[in-house]
């Protein structure tokens, strides 16, 4: 199991929503490398990057510092928010980042998805964010019907090979995270899940390392000092031993 540091941008800043609202929001600071570098010398080995503003608008806003993250550091660097189109993976992949995250077109365009899953394997991951067990899209702005693990079912018979899944209710609040939903995903399912809303302790790392995730992507918690993140490391490593 890892532990993945976020890093949200909006409007080229670094912020932390709270349930995904873009109303509530919280500033931790006016340099999003300077925050990346942050996590990795302090032994990160790899970061999770998210533009916001593309997220909701749909396309990247802020590419560009997406792309001087990924030049900087010397751990990997994931990425989503606004990749919608095969030019923006093949571009972003190309600019050096080594995974990339597609959320909303994955539902929205079937025939989007089967092409991403043929030409990034797997450097694709599908983020499947709920509310209340179904799928939100469009940054989280846009309810469905859809069933979340319905959906990642036939995300993993398409040939998708790692999501994100994150409880949106829990996202940014630091309440603890859905362990039985996640106990049911890796469990059930067969597919690799990465955890991400409501990481806030390292007993909620150690905890989900239980339920079978394959990395917790943790933020607020990091950036209020409620998680150490050498800690947190330390603690993984620890229960890999054991």
């Known amino acids: 199991m890892d532990v993945i540091p976020a890093i949200d941008i909006r409007d080229g800043r670094c912020v932390r929503l709270a349930q995904g609202d ?6 931790f ?19 999770h990057v ?23 550091l010397d751990v990997p660097v994931q990425t989503g928010g606004g990749i919608r189109t095969m030019q923006t ?13 597609i959320g909303t077109a994955a539902v929205k365009d079937p025939a989007f998805l089967r092409d991403a899953i ?9 983020s499947v964010d709920a509310r209340d067990g179904r799928v939100a899209l469009e940054g989280w702005t846009e309810a469905t019907d859809l069933d979340a693990v ?8 398409h040939g998708v090979r790692r999501i994100v899944y994150t409880d949106i209710a829990r996202d940014g609040v630091t309440d603890g995270p859905n362990f039985a939903m996640y106990e049911r995903v890796t469990r059930a399912l067969g597919i690799p899940v990465i955890a991400a809303g409501g990481v806030g ?6 905890r989900l ?4 995730v394959e990395a917790a992507i943790i933020g607020r918690a990091l950036y209020t000092g409620d998680i150490d993140l050498v800690e947190a490391l330390a603690a993984v490593q620890s229960a890999l031993g054991a």
Request: net charge negative; proline share 1%; charged share 25%.
């Open 50 to 72: 998210v533009d916001l503003d593309g997220a909701r608008d749909g396309q990247q806003a802020n590419a560009a510092i997406v792309r001087g993250i990924a030049g900087a």
């Open 118 to 126: 043929a030409f990034a394997g797997d450097r694709l991951i599908v």
């Open 201 to 206: 302790s390292v007993e909620d790392v150690r």
């Open 209 to 212: 390392g239980e339920c079978g």
């Open 89 to 101: 993976i093949e571009a972003t992949l190309g600019a050096g980042v080594d995974r990339v995250v």
């Open 29 to 47: 600071g006016e340099d999003p490398l300077a925050m990346a570098q942050r996590w990795a010398s302090m032994g990160a080995r790899r970061v």
């Open 22 to 27: 873009y109303a509530r929001e919280t500033v």
């Open 150 to 157: 319905t959906f990642i079912e036939q995300l993993r018979d």
